[in-house]
């Protein structure tokens, strides 16, 4: 859903092992997400995080909490 060249800044201070990830990554999922991520895994949360646990918190805070939204605004009608 993401361009790759939209998370070129997002993604700069990771590993070049995890930009790669990412990139590839950033196909599948919003841009709130993948910000979401990279904060979590660069450490600027506090502690830095693996890309499996980045994606999970993420999924987690953004991912699940939209389709949930979505979920419920199509049940009222």
Request: aromatic share 6%.
């Amino acid at each position: 859903m993401v361009k790759v060249a939209s998370i070129k800044n997002i993604i700069k201070d990771l590993t070049p092992r995890q930009q790669k990830t990412m990139r590839s990554h950033a196909r599948h999922h919003t841009l709130k997400h993948m910000r979401s991520m990279a904060r979590l895994m660069s450490g600027a949360s506090g502690r830095k995080r693996t890309f499996a646990q980045a994606h999970t918190i993420a999924m987690r805070r953004v991912g699940k909490w939209v389709d949930l939204q979505q979920q419920l605004h199509w049940l009222k009608w």
